[in-house]
């Protein structure tokens, strides 16, 4: 979507559209609406709640910039988990772009064969704060038992109050996207699509069994694409630990 960058950034500054990003109704996004759409839900959940926490982990964090915008207005404690050689670029290209990053805790972690949470804690992760736990556009990579692996770190972690906020994807998404273009890019950077749920029927029962199977209850969630015959593909969803 590089195309489109000037227009999203014009978005983004103004709060105005122009061609594009569209801003389609709730249910009627389209999969070309993914990455705007979903960062709109983020956004909407993450406003509601940052005030009620003390301490903000993005899981798997790549090049998210959530730290370095106007939350680093608030008191929060931050903390990036992600893997040592994305972290390492990450920093090198905040360090050239002239972008502080000493307000942010950086932890590697291998979410597949390490104990994020455990990680988080050795970096100095306090259990007793209400956290936000930002997991956007990971479970996708990860298999079923990683992605309950890691639910269940932070439910059995995090004080009561704390909030995963996180996109969980439709089968039919995964299928589509390994079999179109978008499998020569996941080819080229080595990552494979693997974890999704069944939302072809009902896709909110679907959702609140396999959250609530961790001992999370389901707080407010946005299905994209819910208008469409074959159901969302894919749903933005805060779930709580209580």
Not at 16 to 37: C, F, K, S, T
Not at 194 to 215: A, I, P, Q, R, Y
Request: proline content about 2%; aromatic content about 10%.
């Amino acid at each position: 979507m590089a195309y489109s960058l000037p227009l999203w950034v014009k978005y983004k500054i103004s709060g105005g559209v122009a061609l594009y990003p569209r801003v389609p109704a709730l249910g009627a996004e389209a999969i070309v609406d993914l990455i705007v759409e979903r960062t709109l839900y983020f956004d909407r959940v993450i406003e509601r709640v940052v005030e009620q926490v003390d301490q903000l982990v993005v899981m798997g964090a790549g090049y998210d910039m959530g730290a370095y915008g106007k939350l680093q207005g608030k008191n929060l404690s931050f903390f990036e988990l992600d893997q040592p050689s994305v972290q390492t670029h990450k920093l090198a290209t905040l360090e050239s772009s002239g972008i502080a990053s000493e307000h942010v805790t950086f932890v590697s972690v291998d979410f597949t064969n390490e104990n994020a949470m455990g990680r988080l804690i050795e970096s100095g992760f306090d259990t007793s704060k209400k956290t936000l736990f930002l997991w956007e556009g990971v479970t996708l990579y990860l298999s079923e038992a990683d992605v309950r692996k890691t639910m269940r770190g932070i439910c059995n972690t995090a004080t009561a109050g704390s909030v995963l906020l996180a996109d969980i994807y439709a089968q039919r998404f995964i299928e589509i996207a390994g079999k179109t273009s978008a499998k020569k890019t996941l080819d080229a950077t080595d990552e494979g699509l693997d974890f999704g749920l069944n939302f072809s029927t009902k896709h909110e029962e679907s959702l609140s069994v396999f959250v609530e199977s961790e001992s999370m209850p389901v707080g407010e969630c946005f299905f994209l694409g819910e208008k469409s015959d074959k159901g969302p593909f894919v749903v933005v969803v805060e779930a709580i630990i209580d």
